[in-house]
């Protein structure tokens, strides 16, 4: 469901990504941060998945990303930060067949040169049709979906 430009600021799903780039300080943490500033503001009302949840713990308990134990500290930040700013969204019956339809049309090798969309990110798709709102991310493997609005976070 596409919403007209008056509607779709009101909301976002963020993908896992663009809390990924604000936490390790990655490119686009500056577009992150005034986003979540307006989050924070009340102006934007700002969603994850549940399972952005997973998918950070994995992704920051990586030995490859190379962080120590010392910087164990960023994944409880990023989390402690989650729970107080995002409303985290579970993965209801209706979301889960959302992110299987999605998984199963987007999947494909080869669309566009890109992967596909992985199981995660078709929930986080789904959540964002289930919502009704903007789908924030900088992953190209959401290119190429017509159901929901999904832009970058530096055009936001």
């Known amino acids: 469901m596409k919403m007209n430009q008056k509607d779709w600021k009101s909301k976002v799903v963020l993908d896992t990504c663009v809390i990924l780039r604000f936490f390790l300080g990655e490119e686009g943490a500056d577009n992150v941060n005034e986003l979540l500033k307006q989050i924070e503001a009340g102006d934007v009302k700002g969603y994850v998945s549940v399972l952005t949840i997973t998918e950070l713990i994995v992704i920051l308990s ?45 999947a494909k090798a080869g669309i566009k040169g890109k992967r596909g969309l992985s199981y995660v990110d078709g929930i986080i798709a789904g ?8 789908l924030l991310t900088y992953d190209p493997e959401f290119d190429g979906i017509d159901e929901i609005n999904v832009i970058s976070p530096d055009k936001f």
């Open 62 to 106: 990586r030995e490859e990303k190379g962080l120590d134990n010392s910087d164990e500290r960023v994944l409880w930040r990023c989390l402690d930060y989650l729970f107080k700013t995002l409303i985290v969204v579970p993965v209801s019956v209706d979301i889960a067949i959302l992110g299987a339809k999605y998984k199963l049309e987007y």
């Open 127 to 134: 959540t964002a049709e289930r919502l009704g709102s903007i």
